[in-house]
Each structure stands twice: as structure tokens, then as C-alpha cells.
């Protein structure tokens, strides 16, 4: 698996352009109905998606220029950003998108290749720049899911999904609140661990499903657990 922003950049635009034909598909209702997010409708996810595609230029500027650029403002700000634009006619969400998205593709295009080694400030402090295109396409992947039409995470690209799911076990590492078990995947041919894996029930499924249990996309119905009793709870992804 890897994380080089330019290797990856071919998946992202296929993530995008599966994303624009989900809501191109999508009426006035529909982006005014409620998402999977609580208290946010499709037209703020994707509202959130056009943001945090400006956002993560910002980020790559930063990274281009030796400029301290912020990925937001304020934390206030983003949110009014969202607020304001989650109300607009489908037209107007699906173009923003689209550009917000062709924005990303360019300034990616800029960096030269030293600049993919500096450190960036993101929401939640300091962030390799060569990671940048994998959190993007993070973004796109688990809020397309989210948008709650017609996209599963069984529609993940395995690949994805495994990049995916070993990020999130990896941050589950050293958190008190992770509870100790064993995820098999891939034919039980590959497995993670998360803490002590001595007597620790053994979770296992499709990379998709274990990953999108872990971020909170699934109740996991899927899963199946060994010795047999119920899922462990992960502690919430952020």
C-alpha cells in the first residue's frame, strides 16, 4: 500500500469522478435531505467536500511556497463556510465541487518534488505534505459513503479500504479507550492487532466492512466475532 501523492492521484480523480455522478444524479429534495451525519444534509457534506478541497490547497501552497498558510481560517469560519453554502440549488453544489476538486488537481500538479518533504499545519496540528493527496482522497472515499445515496463502503476499492483500515488501526495504538482484538480480512489471510491480542476476540470480515465499523460507518452486521458474543466498540473515529 502506498501513500506517494503521486501514485495516488490517479485514484483520487477516479474517487471524484465517482463522486460527481452520485450527485449529479441528485434534486433539490435530495440535497436538502438529511445525510448520514448528524444535523448535516448532502448539501452540507458536499458543501464540506468543495471547503476542505480549498483547504487542502491552502495546504499545498503552504508547502510550495515555505508560506504559513492555514488550511481554515478559524474553526468559526469553516463552519460558517459550510452553514452558508449548504442551502444552494443542486446546480450550484455540483459545479462548486467540480471546481473545488479541479483546484486540488492543479495545485498538486504545481509542486515540485521537494515540497512534497515540508510539514503543514492541518485542523489537528502538523502533517507531512506527502499525505496531503492521501487525505483528500480519505475526504472523498468516507464522505461519498456518507452522503447516504446509494454509495457503500463495499463500494470502497480494496485498496482504499485497506489503506484505510490499516491508518485507523494503526491510530487506535496506545489509545486506553481501544479495546484488544484481532481483525482478520482478506480471506483471513491478513490480520491486525489492536493491543493484546491474549484472549482477545478475533473480528473478521472484508477490509471495507472492518474499516467502515472502525470509522463508524457500519454497525458492522457483517462482521463475525470469535468466540462467538458481540462486536468490541471502538472508540469514535475522528
Same mark, same amino acid.
Given at each position: 500500500? =502506498?501513500?506517494?501523492?503521486?501514485?495516488? =492521484?490517479?485514484?483520487?480523480?477516479?474517487?471524484?469522478?465517482?463522486? &460527481?455522478?452520485?450527485?449529479?444524479?441528485?434534486? @433539490?429534495?435530495?440535497?436538502?435531505?438529511?445525510?448520514?451525519?448528524?444535523?448535516? =444534509?448532502? *448539501?452540507?457534506?458536499?458543501?464540506?467536500?468543495?471547503?476542505?478541497?480549498?483547504?487542502?490547497?491552502?495546504?499545498? =501552497?503552504?508547502?510550495?511556497?515555505?508560506?504559513?498558510?492555514?488550511?481554515?481560517?478559524?474553526?468559526?469560519?469553516?463552519?460558517?463556510?459550510?452553514?452558508?453554502?449548504?442551502?444552494?440549488?443542486?446546480?450550484?453544489?455540483?459545479?462548486?465541487?467540480?471546481?473545488?476538486?479541479?483546484?486540488?488537481? @492543479?495545485?498538486?500538479?504545481?509542486? !515540485?518534488?521537494?515540497?512534497?518533504?515540508?510539514?503543514?499545519?492541518?485542523?489537528?496540528? !502538523?502533517?507531512?505534505? @506527502?499525505?496531503?493527496?492521501? *487525505?483528500? &482522497? #480519505?475526504?472523498?472515499?468516507?464522505?461519498?459513503?456518507?452522503?447516504?445515496?446509494?454509495?457503500?463502503?463495499?463500494?470502497?476499492?480494496? @485498496?482504499?479500504?485497506?489503506?484505510? /483500515?490499516?491508518?485507523?488501526?494503526?491510530? &487506535?495504538?496506545?489509545?486506553?479507550?481501544? !479495546?484488544?482484538?484481532? /481483525? #482478520?480480512?482478506?480471506?483471513? #489471510?491478513?490480520?491486525?492487532?489492536? *493491543?493484546?491480542?491474549?484472549?482477545?476476540?478475533?473480528?473478521?470480515?472484508?477490509?471495507?466492512?472492518?474499516?467502515?465499523?472502525?470509522?463508524? #460507518?457500519?454497525?458492522?452486521?457483517?462482521?463475525?466475532?470469535?468466540?462467538?458474543?458481540?462486536?468490541?466498540?471502538?472508540?469514535?473515529?475522528?
Amino acid at each position: 500500500m =502506498t501513500s506517494d501523492p503521486l501514485l495516488l =492521484t490517479g485514484e483520487l480523480d477516479e474517487a471524484s469522478a465517482r463522486l &460527481l455522478r452520485t450527485v449529479a444524479a441528485l434534486g @433539490a429534495d435530495d440535497m436538502a435531505a438529511p445525510s448520514l451525519l448528524p444535523g448535516w =444534509t448532502r *448539501g452540507h457534506v458536499l458543501t464540506h467536500l468543495s471547503r476542505n478541497a480549498d483547504g487542502f490547497v491552502n495546504l499545498l =501552497t503552504s508547502a510550495r511556497t515555505g508560506e504559513a498558510i492555514p488550511m481554515y481560517v478559524s474553526p468559526e469560519a469553516r463552519s460558517a463556510d459550510i452553514e452558508a453554502g449548504a442551502g444552494r440549488g443542486p446546480a450550484d453544489l455540483v459545479d462548486d465541487l467540480r471546481r473545488s476538486s479541479q483546484r486540488f488537481t @492543479a495545485a498538486v500538479a504545481e509542486m !515540485p518534488v521537494e515540497a512534497w518533504g515540508a510539514t503543514v499545519q492541518t485542523r489537528r496540528g !502538523p502533517w507531512p505534505a @506527502a499525505m496531503l493527496v492521501w *487525505g483528500r &482522497l #480519505r475526504e472523498v472515499e468516507v464522505h461519498h459513503v456518507d452522503l447516504g445515496a446509494a454509495y457503500r463502503p463495499a463500494d470502497w476499492p480494496d @485498496a482504499f479500504a485497506q489503506r484505510l /483500515l490499516h491508518e485507523v488501526v494503526a491510530g &487506535l495504538a496506545g489509545n486506553p479507550e481501544a !479495546p484488544a482484538m484481532v /481483525l #482478520r480480512f482478506d480471506g483471513v #489471510r491478513q490480520e491486525l492487532v489492536v *493491543g493484546d491480542p491474549e484472549g482477545a476476540p478475533t473480528v473478521t470480515g472484508p477490509a471495507p466492512e472492518l474499516a467502515a465499523w472502525l470509522t463508524g #460507518r457500519s454497525a458492522g452486521e457483517v462482521l463475525t466475532v470469535t468466540p462467538a458474543g458481540p462486536l468490541p466498540t471502538p472508540p469514535e473515529w475522528i
